[in-house]
Nanobody, 125 residues
Framework: QVQLVESGGGLVQAGDSLRLSCAAS????????VGWFRQVPGKEREFVAA????????YYADSAKGRFTITRDNSKNTVYLQMNSLKPEDTAVYYC??????????????????WGQGTQVTVSS
């Protein structure tokens, strides 16, 4: 079992930056692919970014490319999502997740076995 706890969300203005953290316990994250998703009320949870296990390929949603960066620190068993140039449309609850996926399945929620509780990001205009 892996327990995931997100932190770092908050209220920022458009153009600001935030770094979300996802701390894992129970098992090492280096054995899993990791991802970030986000969800707004009334909409499906959508893929944001992912990194394959052992720091392999990294994937981003089109909305995140060039602005967001997913990294992991295996020594801290933690995954990060650096978000720059934030926009009001980035407002959502952000979730980290861990699982196993390949290049054709990284966007699928069913590829991820473990989920955090989410952290709210609000970007004002």
């Amino acid at each position: 079992q892996v327990q995931l706890v997100e932190s770092g969300g908050g209220l920022v203005q458009a153009g600001d930056s935030l770094r979300l953290s996802c701390a894992a316990s129970g098992r090492t994250l280096s054995s899993y692919g990791v991802g970030w998703f986000r969800q707004v009320p009334g909409k499906e949870r959508e893929f944001v970014a992912a990194n394959r296990w052992r720091g392999g390929n990294t994937y981003y949603a089109d909305s995140a490319k060039g602005r967001f960066t997913i990294t992991r620190d295996n020594s801290k068993n933690t995954v990060y999502l650096q978000m720059n140039s934030l926009k009001p449309e980035d407002t959502a609850v952000y979730y980290c997740a861990a699982g196993n996926f390949i290049s054709s399945t990284y966007k699928r929620r069913e590829s991820y076995y473990y989920w955090g509780q989410g952290t709210q990001v609000t970007v004002s205009s």
